[in-house]
């Protein structure tokens, strides 16, 4: 017989297991559920920050795009040896330019698009020695993206080339005519003709270099050939040498004219009631002449270009006319450029600070040639230019010509410093002529395709360095070099009185884009200096 109370001991406890495995298949579920939800979650999280990292490292990709480009464009400009103002100036054009504003495509990434747009600014740096940049770069995946930005600053410092040096007093391709000229230094002529170098009585040289293979005893002549001491001082007829060697002269190629129509801003120095305006607004011209009243109001002023906005100026006229009023020109650290239609330089002015002062004077033709001369150098005396450094005031003149009278052709231009003026200033021309007379000094540097140089006055205590290679260097009655002459060739006029003193400083820091021609001196490189910030995003 079954015991009913044990069948129904035998049903409770079943369900209870019944119920147990539910509960417990129903933990399962939620856990296994759970588990897909956050196996879910964490993979579309794990590919959202996947897509967001492939989108920050496209953009980063932008950047490292802009900062290459941008090392490999300084530092190839950089071995052009460019000025620092040219420099920054091609830097600025370039950060400018589509090269820097654009799209930079990338493989697509799953399908989707990818890509990063570039921008590029110049921005203000706190140093004015350093010239800050912004770069950007939106890199974008599909429809997702995230912007970066970096800072670089530059910092360039212009080669110094001092490798155009020639250790002689006097240098020709032609006739080398010492005459009665006193020349403390070498001379060397490219020329193995008769009487190629000729000493007249009372001239002399220390030593007298002609091509190899010459005829020493026909290419040099002396009056007195058993005194050959006399006339070359150093060791007489043992001194006559040969010339190392003698590369082609270099030829002087004028620069391009920067391209602006932007006036200097309007300046007006008042005292009391009066007032002078030394930059008119209207017309951009800078004047300091006695043909506009209250000129006087200039006296002691200084004219302060390191705060000016920009670095290169038009300036349609630019007339130094007046009496000497003790007016400066601050340039401060800043390099500026000036491009004129006509330079007067006929009165005194100071050029000063660390900076460099250049002025392009345009080119005319022989149709468009008038009586006044578009650059003029005619002071009557006072001191005009940069006397601590003339490789720091530099005028480039292109081709011009002038008329003596409207009936008369025209004629390559000529200055003619006289009269106790002094002039501290380099200056490279196409074709200008020199006539320096009287008691005018020129200290600095002139390179110029022009035919003619007259001396006849100027002091040994001016050191100048006169590259000539088309000229006639002419020297007459009283006058006087110190520094060294290159020329096609050279006549020291009359008996005595002329006087050249070879100064090797005459080199220093010579100014110019020109070829060295002869072995000597040294060179330093340009250096760039580039400090890239950290990458930010914004």
């Known amino acids: 017989m079954v ?3 044990a069948f129904s001991t035998l049903n409770n406890k079943n369900g209870i297991a019944m119920v147990m495995v539910i509960l417990v298949m129903l933990v399962m579920m939620i856990l296994i559920t759970g588990a897909v939800v956050i196996t879910v979650n964490n993979n579309k999280q794990t590919n959202k920050t996947n897509a967001n990292n492939a989108v920050y490292y496209v953009a980063e990709a932008g950047i490292n795009y802009q900062t290459k480009s941008f090392e490999t464009f300084t530092n190839d400009l950089a071995d052009t040896n460019v000025e620092a103002s040219v420099f920054i100036n091609s830097v600025d054009a370039w950060i ?15 399908g989707k698009t990818s890509k990063s747009i570039i921008s590029a600014e110049k921005i203000t740096s706190t140093d004015p020695n350093n010239n800050l940049y912004r770069f950007t770069s939106v890199g974008y995946i599909g429809t997702e993206q995230r912007k970066l930005i970096k800072e670089v600053s530059i910092k360039y410092v212009s080669g110094d080339d001092n490798g155009f040096v020639v250790d002689r007093a006097v240098l020709t391709l032609g006739t080398l005519r010492v005459g009665g000229a006193d020349i403390n230094g070498p001379v060397e002529t490219y020329s193995s003709a008769v009487n190629a170098i000729y000493y007249g009585n009372g001239g002399s040289s220390t030593e007298a270099y002609i091509p190899n293979g010459a005829n020493k005893n026909t290419t040099v002549y002396v009056p007195d050939k058993s005194n050959y001491k006399s006339f ?3 060791d007489g007829f043992n001194s006559i040498l040969y010339a190392a060697e ?21 300046k007006v120095y008042t005292s009391g009631s009066s007032s002078y305006a030394f930059i008119d607004s209207s017309t951009g011209n800078m004047n300091v002449t006695n043909s506009i009243s209250r000129v006087w109001v200039l006296q002691n002023q200084t004219y302060d270009m390191s705060t000016l906005p920009g670095t290169t100026y038009y300036v349609p006229i630019i007339d130094i006319s007046s009496y000497d009023l003790n007016f400066t020109i601050n340039v401060g650290e800043k390099n500026i450029s000036l491009v004129t239609n006509k330079l007067i330089l006929n009165s005194p002015i100071n050029v000063v600070g660390n900076g460099k002062l250049t002025i392009y004077v345009k080119p005319n033709t022989a149709a468009t040639a008038t009586t006044t001369a578009n650059f003029q150098m005619e002071s009557s005396g006072g001191n005009i230019g940069n006397q601590a450094h003339p490789e720091k005031f530099v005028v480039f003149v292109g081709t011009n010509y002038y008329k003596l009278t409207s009936k008369t052709a025209a004629i390559p231009l000529v200055v003619s410093p006289a009269g106790g003026a002094s002039y501290y200033l380099s200056i490279m021309a196409a074709n200008l002529e020199i006539d320096l007379s009287g008691g005018g000094i020129i200290y600095g540097y002139i390179a110029t395709n022009g035919l003619r140089i007259k001396v006849s006055g100027g002091s040994t205590a001016a050191v100048v360095m006169y590259f000539a290679p088309n000229a006639t260097f002419t020297m007459s009655g009283g006058g006087a070099v110190r520094g060294a002459i290159i020329s096609s060739s050279f006549v020291s006029e009359g008996n005595a009185g002329t006087t050249v003193i070879y100064d ?10 020109i070829l060295d021609p002869v072995s000597g001196g040294g060179t330093t490189n340009p250096t760039v200096d580039i400090i890239k910030g950290a990458t930010k995003e914004e």
Not at 246 to 266: A, E, K, N, W
Not at 506 to 511: G, H, L, S, V
């Open 3 to 5: 015991n009913p109370r």
């Open 232 to 234: 070359i001082t150093k």
């Open 246 to 266: 003698q590369p082609t002269f270099p030829r002087i190629i004028m620069p391009s004219i920067p391209t602006t129509t932007t006036y200097l801003p309007g």
């Open 96 to 110: 400018a330019s589509s090269d820097n504003h654009k799209t930079v495509p990338f493989d697509d990434n799953n």
């Open 504 to 513: 090797p400083s005459a080199y220093n820091n010579f100014p110019f884009e």
